[in-house]
């Protein structure tokens, strides 16, 4: 089963716009990770936050995370067209097993 | 340097038949992840790799799945039996291991069982 639950399931935004996306998950967790996918084929690691940290930045892409409420947020700021893909979060639970949620659909419309 | 990189892209077989699905993960890098990704899904964790040997198979469906990775480097997917709800795509991911938790996916295998 899938720990992480992404929502919205699908987001459509203008170009410019900002995406937020949020990730909820059920057990305790030592980092989550959050990736984004093109295409259905592979994924690319955006970014990741350890248990002990509340938010992170990289470039256009802030991650915070609520470790009480077991649930994580990342934002995309001025967003582009090239920014169009699934975006997925992904738990450890203590182990090296990454459980990856079920995934946001952006589209960015220029 | 070279990414992760999985052969073959697309497998097309037929229900019953046995197939094979290699990942060549990044050099020196000695976790290795197999996950399954059906349409509209999430990646579905597989097995994990630290060097050799298979540190958590718990996510195999059942026994008619089975991954080696005997050197350490390459790993291979076995399918035996093939079914039609195997049908999905396959992807592989490498980590330096341990500590660095960063995972690089390689592009997958498109497996059709007809």
């Known amino acids: 089963s899938q720990q992480g639950e992404e929502d919205p399931q699908a987001l459509s935004i203008q170009e410019g716009e900002n995406a937020t996306m949020n990730c909820s998950y059920k057990t305790s967790i030592n980092n989550l990770q959050w990736y984004r996918q093109n295409s259905g084929r592979g994924l690319v690691h955006l970014i990741l936050?350890?248990?002990?940290?509340r938010e992170k930045h990289s470039g256009r892409l802030r991650v915070t995370l609520d470790t009480s409420k077991k649930s994580s947020s990342l934002l995309i700021t001025a967003s582009r067209a090239a920014d169009t893909a699934s975006y997925f979060c992904a738990t450890d639970a203590g182990t090296y097993k990454y459980i990856f949620g079920t995934g946001t659909r952006l589209k960015v419309l220029a | 340097g070279a990414g992760v990189s999985q052969t073959p892209s697309n497998k097309v077989t037929e229900k019953g038949k046995y197939v094979e699905l290699r990942c060549d993960p990044i050099s020196g890098h000695t976790a290795l992840y197999w996950y399954r990704q059906s349409l509209g899904q999430g990646p579905e964790f597989l097995i994990y790799f630290q060097g050799t040997g298979a540190a958590d198979d718990s996510g195999l469906p059942n026994d008619r799945f089975f991954a080696v990775r005997p050197e350490g480097s390459v790993s291979t997917l076995k399918i035996q039996r093939t079914e039609r709800g195997d049908s999905a795509v396959y992807l592989c991911?490498?980590?330096?291991?341990?500590?660095?938790?960063?995972?690089?996916f390689g592009p997958g295998t498109r497996l059709t069982v007809l």
């Open positions: 991911a490498s980590s330096l291991g341990r500590v660095i938790k960063e995972q690089f």
């Open positions: 936050i350890r248990s002990n940290e």
